[in-house]
């Protein structure tokens, strides 16, 4: 079964500095998605992206945040200068259509720690 | 009053049960429901979708919804440990944005 596939599982990083996280969404699908988690909480919308471009993003999106797809197969967000509360799991969607029949594939997230 | 609101649980039930979940909502804009299945350090996956008010059986899974109310559900039946999960409730209006419940952990024993 086709998968969304997220890459690290797991990133320490230090305040301040930037990350990218990598996502590989599923071959055929065109509408992409980044929410994330923050532990014990709600998962949380952050952004959507069709035909090269943020269709929708929520106010978690700030100017911190960007998302790109730099090739065809590759989907990232790049957190500038991450704060402690950024500490989240990160989640990369994608789907087919954007008709809500066709449920969203979640990748099984990247773990993002900030000390 | 919270957007979508989920009972965090947990539920704990014998194999072979009947398991109910539910949520409520407050934005009447909600047109599309969802409930997804998390497993611990996985992402969400999704068991069952709806459009409007009604219910839809899928094998073992029912979900229904009751717009008038603000109100959804999922029945499990004949629950197995293997249905040992966080259950998420989702909600759309007319974008692509899901807004998710806080989730209900649910624990079936054998």
């Known amino acids: 079964e086709p998968e969304v596939t997220q890459t690290p599982s797991h990133q320490v990083t230090q305040m301040g500095q930037e990350v990218i996280l990598r996502c590989v969404p599923i071959?055929?699908?065109?509408?992409f998605y980044w929410y994330r988690q923050i532990l014990g909480q709600k998962v949380e919308f952050l952004v959507s992206?069709?035909?090269?471009?943020?269709?929708?993003k929520s106010e978690i999106f700030d100017d911190q945040f960007s998302v790109e797809r730099p090739d065809g197969s590759n989907f990232t967000l790049k957190i500038r200068s991450t704060k402690l509360e950024d500490s989240a799991m990160y989640f990369c969607?994608?789907?087919?259509?954007?008709?809500?029949?066709?449920?969203?594939?979640f990748g099984s997230g990247t773990r993002l720690t900030v000390v | 009053q919270k957007e979508v609101e989920q009972d965090p649980g947990p539920l704990s039930v014998p194999e072979g049960a009947i398991v109910s979940l539910n949520c409520t909502y407050s934005?009447?804009?909600?047109?599309?429901f969802m409930w997804y299945r998390q497993y611990s350090r996985k992402g969400p996956e999704l068991l069952m979708y709806?459009?409007?008010?009604g219910n839809k059986e899928d094998g073992r899974f029912t979900a229904q919804v009751d717009k008038s109310s603000k109100y959804i559900s999922l029945f499990i039946r004949d629950s197995q440990p293997s249905d040992s999960a966080t259950y998420l409730c989702?909600?759309?209006?007319?974008?692509?944005?899901?807004?998710f419940g806080g989730g209900t952990r649910v624990l079936v024993k054998p």
């Open positions: 709806t459009y409007s008010s």
């Open positions: 992206f069709y035909n090269n471009e943020i269709s929708e």
């Open positions: 934005n009447s804009a909600f047109q599309y």
């Open positions: 989702a909600m759309r209006a007319a974008g692509n944005k899901l807004t």
């Open positions: 969607a994608s789907s087919a259509r954007q008709e809500p029949n066709y449920g969203y594939t």
């Open positions: 071959s055929n699908h065109l509408y």
